[in-house]
């Protein structure tokens, strides 16, 4: 069904710092409002974010998409799109 699709918040990655030791949750359902982070929106959509911890103090870029095959980080699949 197609609420269980991720759907595309943007072709391009979020650029975000990332906080050592801290837990993050990406948005894979494309659905939130605070993106490129979970907000609780995928709850009719049997989809779930992805949970992650960064392992230092640095910029990532995060999957705007949703397509990337390295989720939660942007692999370029959005080029294609
Ligand atoms: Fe998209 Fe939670 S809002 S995974
Ligand atoms: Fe999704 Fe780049 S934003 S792969």
């Not at 699709?5 to 993050?24: D, S």
């Not at 990406?26 to 993106?35: E, I, L, M, V």
């Not at 009719?44 to 974010?49: I, Q, W």
Request: with cysteine; net charge positive.
């Amino acid at each position: 069904m197609s609420d269980s699709v991720p759907i595309i918040a943007q072709k391009a990655p979020y650029p975000v710092e990332l906080e050592a030791g801290k837990t993050y949750f990406w948005c894979a359902c494309g659905r939130s409002q605070n993106q490129p982070f979970c907000d609780g929106s995928h709850k009719a959509t049997g989809l779930s974010p992805v949970r992650f911890t960064a392992e230092a103090d640095r910029k990532a870029f995060l999957c705007g998409c949703k397509q990337s095959a390295r989720s939660p980080f942007c692999d370029g699949s959005h080029k294609s799109l």
